[in-house]
């Protein structure tokens, strides 16, 4: 159980156009999702915490404007990075927790999507 | 807030031997405590995770950690490595009722050798 799947798990972009990444709880209901960055061999940094049926909050130094996200229902959220530019190039990794299932704080971690703006 | 140091960057070790990876934290109250694996190229799989109880914690693949809070540490250990636990290694904590958000350390890459 708890799995989380991303979509697409790679691609690749040119510069000034934006990419959708879907990011899905698929045997549980996530009332919260997370989004984190990773640079090569360094650590996950959290850009947002998404919440269904709200406004997503964003770390400091996050731009809301350049990283839309949406958490429309308690499987899916999406983040579209908007305009996007070679720096926006990295490995983007979703994250999910289990409202229900009494499993304290752990987050379930997605697979990840490669994203690489030409 | 909090943070989380993981000491060593690399740790090679030869196959069937034991290892430690290091972990400690700073928090300014309780936290939760994990350790995630990530294979190249793949998302984190949860290794372990301390939320309260038992200071000795087993996970999965054979691994065990100690949480000790006087030392504000987490170390990750297994009594015999195999090949296929060569990968990076996270720590990470979150705050109790801190909404869940997870801070992780710089990692460690274990690399288990012939």
């Known amino acids: 159980g708890a799995v989380v799947s991303q979509h697409p798990s790679r691609v690749i972009c040119k510069s000034g156009t934006s990419v959708k990444i879907e990011c899905r709880s698929l045997d549980f209901q996530a009332t919260t999702m997370f989004w984190y960055r990773q640079f090569p061999k360094q650590s996950l940094m959290l850009m947002a915490t998404s919440n269904e049926g709200s406004k997503a909050t964003y770390e400091q130094g996050v731009e809301k404007d350049k990283f839309l996200i949406n958490h429309a229902s308690l499987t899916l959220s999406t983040l579209t990075v908007t305009s996007a530019h070679p720096e926006d190039s990295s490995f983007y990794i979703c994250s999910a927790r289990d409202a229900g299932s009494g499993v304290g704080e752990t987050q379930y971690f997605g697979p990840g999507t490669r994203l690489l703006v030409l | 807030a909090q943070s989380v140091t993981q000491l060593d960057s690399q740790v090679p070790v030869f196959e069937e031997a034991p290892v430690e990876l290091r972990c400690n934290y700073s928090s300014s109250v309780s936290v939760y405590l994990f350790w995630y694996v990530q294979y190249p190229n793949q998302g984190l799989q949860l290794l372990l995770k301390y939320l309260s109880g038992s200071t000795l914690v087993k996970g999965i693949n054979g691994f065990e950690a100690e949480f000790n809070k006087s030392q504000t540490s987490f170390h990750l250990r297994k009594p015999s490595v195999h090949i296929s636990d060569t990968a990076e290694y996270f720590c990470?904590?979150?705050?109790?009722?801190?909404?869940?958000?997870?801070?992780f350390g710089t990692g460690t890459q274990l690399k288990v050798e012939l």
């Open positions: 990470a904590v979150s705050e109790q009722g801190g909404g869940n958000k997870l801070t």
